[in-house]
């Protein structure tokens, strides 16, 4: 029972393990947010144009191709990128009010369920022209349709597919998904001209993993909103917000997968699901913190409780203020974690299926938003 709880809490039982790794990512963070700021200053700048966020990817991804990461480092950095991540997400939380949450989810729904069917559909046709086995285009699918790496694994048994098909599909999704994390926030603001509300709802819908989406919402909050308090949501807290709403979609997408697997191949073993993958815990977490800034905002300015304003704000500010320092350290773990030559290795039909699924996505996710969605949420 120890053992299991220590894995569900650190992703592994040898919890002195993650040490070493999580120090490894926190120094990094720490150079970032440094090395950010100082850019800023040489370059006379309110905010600097190179993100904590893009600097610790950076970081990272050039010290593990360069110089490696040794094996006792790599329990640590997988802890920043599972568990850390979501901690910080789920941090977030306490940024809105469920009221919030449920009207940008309200407003990212319809191009959701556009996108994701979009992304099936697209890498579905492509796949088969380019002679690729059906597993291997689904996980593509699903993993630029829905939540990247999380909806891969969850498919993967579900229609029996083989360990280089699931590899070949995480390793395009990671591919793009960088991209986007890195290309995408200058993509809206500069390029197609977005507003802040517009181009949360294109990064929450056009990028691939949770982790990714997260990165590039910070990115576009530090670069162009910078300490502006009057920003609210924040394009960060669109942007994560709808990808939560496309993280539940698991739930929908994966048993019909399956079961359209199973049919189609005649069965019985594809359609096991393993049904505990499908809501992600820390979006439920994400939704009940969520509720308790909403309770805890209206028994406040009711003076229902004993609790002055001053500190309620306080307490927010705190728990925000180490959202954002958990979530920059995964990045870093993130960046730590991309091995450029395994990617290379992936072959140009699977990578030719990536790039195509991820930029039909976009130009739909921009189609849409352009035209449904107005500058402001209320």
Known sequence: MRKKI???????????SIISGLLLAGLIAVISYYA?????????????????????????????????????????????????????????GIRMS??????????????????????????????????LSDRLGMLIAVGTGICGVSAIAATAPAIGAKDDETAYAV????????????????????????????????????IHDTSQVTGAGMMYNQIWLGDDKTTFPTTMDIAVVTKLVRNTFIAVVVPLVAYIYAKKNDSTQSAKVKFSTFIPFFVICFVLLAIVRTVGDYLIVNKAIFWDPDSWNSTQKFIQSWSGHFLVVAMAGAGLSIDIKKLGHLGYKPFFVGLFSALTVGVVSFVLVKLFINSSVN
Request: charged share 10%; glycine share 10%.
């Open 6 to 16: 220590l894995s569900l809490l650190f992703g592994t039982d040898q919890v002195l």
């Open 36 to 92: 950010s700021d100082g850019i800023g200053i040489l370059m006379s700048m309110k905010n600097s144009p190179i993100s904590t966020v893009t600097l610790a990817i950076i970081i990272g991804i050039l010290i593990r191709n360069t110089l490696g990461v040794p094996k006792v480092f790599n329990n640590g950095i997988a802890f920043s990128i599972r568990k850390l991540l979501r901690l910080g997400i789920i941090l977030m």
């Open 171 to 206: 390793g395009t999704i990671t591919i793009f998904g960088l991209i986007a994390l890195l290309a995408y926030p200058y993509l809206a603001h500069i390029l197609l001209k977005l507003s802040d509300i517009q181009s949360g709802i294109f990064l929450g819908t056009s």
């Open 98 to 131: 469920i009221l919030d949450v449920a009207k940008v989810g309200g407003l990212a729904i319809i191009i959701v369920i556009v996108c994701i069917s979009t992304g099936l559909w697209v890498t579905t046709i492509i796949t088969r022209r380019l002679k």
